[in-house]
């Protein structure tokens, strides 16, 4: 039998779990922004929608990236 810590993939730690859920409340927020405009924009609704939630979402994703990125960077704090 193997041992199960060999079988563990790479865990999420507190940070790493706050900036999916940040991220994640983000999005919604940015869906829910880009719907409002697109909703006084009757007539164009698709395009503003496209407009709005893309030019939102695009800089959040890779501001994500990048936090991530930085957080597996980060070396871990061990506590005695």
């Known amino acids: 039998m193997e041992n199960a810590e ?6 999420l730690n507190t940070r790493n ?3 999916v859920i940040v991220v994640d409340v983000l999005i919604l927020v940015e869906l829910a922004g880009a719907m409002y405009v697109a ?4 007539d164009e609704f698709e395009l503003m929608f496209m407009k709005s939630f893309f030019g939102m ?10 936090g ?3 957080l597996r960077r980060a070396p871990e704090q ?3």
């Open 17 to 19: 779990w706050l900036l």
């Open 39 to 42: 909703s006084v924009h009757p």
């Open 68 to 70: 991530k990125r930085f």
């Open 6 to 11: 060999e079988d563990k993939g790479p865990e």
């Open 78 to 80: 061990v506590m005695s």
């Open 57 to 66: 979402l695009i800089p959040t994703l890779v501001l994500a990236f990048l």
